[in-house]
């Protein structure tokens, strides 16, 4: 329960609500320029004709009309931002309860946690769209799925060692030029992959061991299926946040073949470095 004993639904529903209203940066920059324009002309006339000039005294009524449009819109852009805090919060004591796995609830909480208004919440290699979903899950896994949208919602708020931590062993590693690539395409398997790394001497295998040890961390960022590797919602969410991808990035171009050397080359400097293996 949050700040007047709003449920998750309200809360869900009022956030989505104010996304649907919400002012872009584009809307508020017309009031603002036309504000501006209002006041330079005023300070004009206030030192040319002086304040109790009728056209003076006019457009300082106006100004103060603009002021109170561009005040506002700025308000009101402030509405979604608070919600999603309050959904964030809530979301740190997230249960697979029917109460958080409501259509609008599950919406709302991808929206704060990967900035998308999915209707499916991926996680521990399950697809969660309802109660139903989390029928045949056994209690091990059904707690781990707790704990990790709870540790996202922590993450956001205020960091998390733990997400910080995967990350970390991805990053830098031989994990993460895949994990890109998974994230560029939306989905690929692991010859998907190797056309897209410049490197002849890279084998299949070796690329399908770098996918599969990924799922493997303690928060897995891929959803499998039938070969395929697409992202979780932490993957998502490791993605937006620590890798500054956006979803809307999916689809564009990836590294040229020469980043990609570039990439390959640090990868296995740094595994070097540190006397590793670059496939682990």
Do not use: C, H
């Not at 796995?101 to 919440?121: C, M, Q, T, Y």
């Not at 707790?146 to 060692?161: C, F, Q, Y």
């Amino acid at each position: 329960m949050t700040e007047n004993k709003r449920s998750i639904g309200q809360l869900a529903e009022e956030y989505l609500s104010a996304l649907e209203s919400e002012a872009d940066e584009e809307e508020l920059e017309e009031p603002k320029e036309y504000l501006s324009g209002l006041r330079e002309r005023y300070d004009r006339f206030k030192s040319d004709y002086g304040e109790s000039d009728s056209a003076t005294q006019e457009l300082g009524e106006r100004v103060q009309e603009a002021e109170k449009r561009v005040e506002q819109i700025e308000e009101a852009q402030k509405v979604p931002e608070e919600l999603e805090e309050k959904v964030l919060e809530a979301a740190t004591g997230f249960t697979l309860s029917d109460e958080w796995l409501k259509p609008e609830v599950i919406e709302a909480l991808n929206r704060a946690l990967i900035g998308e208004r999915d209707s499916v919440l991926v996680v521990k290699e399950t697809d969660i769209t309802d109660p139903d979903g989390v029928s045949d899950v056994d209690d091990i896994a059904r707690f781990d799925i707790i704990d990790i949208i709870r540790k996202l919602a922590m993450d956001e708020l205020e960091g998390s060692e733990d997400v910080a931590d995967v990350w970390d062993s991805i990053t830098g590693s031989a994990k993460e030029r895949p994990f890109r690539i998974v994230a560029d395409l939306g989905d690929a398997t692991p010859d998907d992959v190797l056309e897209r790394i410049d490197d002849d001497d890279l084998e299949r295998e070796t690329v399908r061991n770098r996918l599969n040890n990924a799922t493997k961390l303690e928060i897995n960022p891929y959803q499998r299926e039938s070969g395929t590797y697409r992202l979780s919602t932490p993957g998502k969410y490791l993605a937006r946040k620590y890798a500054e991808l956006e979803a809307a990035d999916a689809g564009e171009p990836v590294d040229t073949p020469e980043e990609s050397t570039e990439s390959q080359q640090t990868l296995n400097q740094t595994a070097a470095g540190r006397g590793g293996n670059i496939d682990e």
